[in-house]
């Protein structure tokens, strides 16, 4: 492998390990028995967080920097799909970023069929990020109320990543916007390392506590509803 090629393996596997991400794979992975039927990925996160095949759309046709195409191209807000299409949505970190959120969980609610499960998540707490435009942050009770007046029966909302991990992650991604301004040379990648291995156990460390962790402050919301 090459340097550069194991650079980024690193990389990926550094960002693997955050807490969103694991504790993101550990909630599928408990929630696997709705995870059934034809399933609908609106704007597909990367890595996966679970392994059944589904139907992904974004706006545009690769994501996970270019490696992977979606199936289809389209806008969440009006998607070109018949009613009652899925039996199960995931659509995670997608709804801050939406010009209607109105009309993003009408399209949700019309493709689903009755008795599907909508996987759903949004900030309550997170850097600024313009995908091209960031819009809204939510509580918990602020998601559960939306997706009710939608018409969802929302059974868990779980607040995701404390204080310890919200800390944590915060300062990795300001540290790691500064290291990637900085030219493309041996002091950037050295920096990088130097960064991943500074924070990988603190990673873990967040991951570990994060039952204990207070959640006044916290990253995001993953919320798990119905359509009845």
């Known amino acids: 492998m090459q340097p550069e090629e194991l650079r980024k393996a690193v990389g990926n ?87 209607s959120p109105e009309a993003l969980l009408r399209e949700i609610r019309r493709v689903m069929r009755s008795g599907g499960t909508l996987f759903f998540s949004i900030p309550m707490a997170w850097l600024y990020h313009p995908i091209p435009l960031d819009r809204m942050r939510l509580t918990s009770q602020g998601v559960a109320a939306m997706l009710e007046k939608h018409g969802f029966r929302v059974l868990r909302v779980h607040r995701v990543v404390g204080v310890l991990g919200f800390v944590v992650t915060m300062l990795y991604f300001m540290l790691m916007a500064r290291i990637n301004r900085l030219p493309l040379n041996p002091l950037r990648r050295g920096m990088l390392m130097l960064n991943w291995a500074l924070f990988l156990p603190l990673f873990l460390i967040s991951i570990a506590t994060e039952r204990l962790q207070p959640k006044d402050i916290y990253i995001t919301n993953f919320c798990v509803a119905e359509k009845p």
């Open 13 to 99: 596997f550094i960002h693997s390990c955050r807490p969103r991400p694991v504790l993101f794979r550990r909630l599928f992975r408990r929630y696997a028995g709705r995870l059934e039927g034809r399933i609908l990925e609106i704007g597909p996160e990367y890595p996966p967080y679970y392994s059944a095949p589904s139907v992904k759309l974004d706006l545009c046709e690769r994501y996970g920097h270019g490696r992977y195409r979606v199936d289809v191209v389209g806008d969440a807000c009006a998607m070109p799909f018949r009613d009652g299409s899925f039996s199960t949505v995931v659509c995670l970190e997608v709804m801050e970023h939406v010009e």
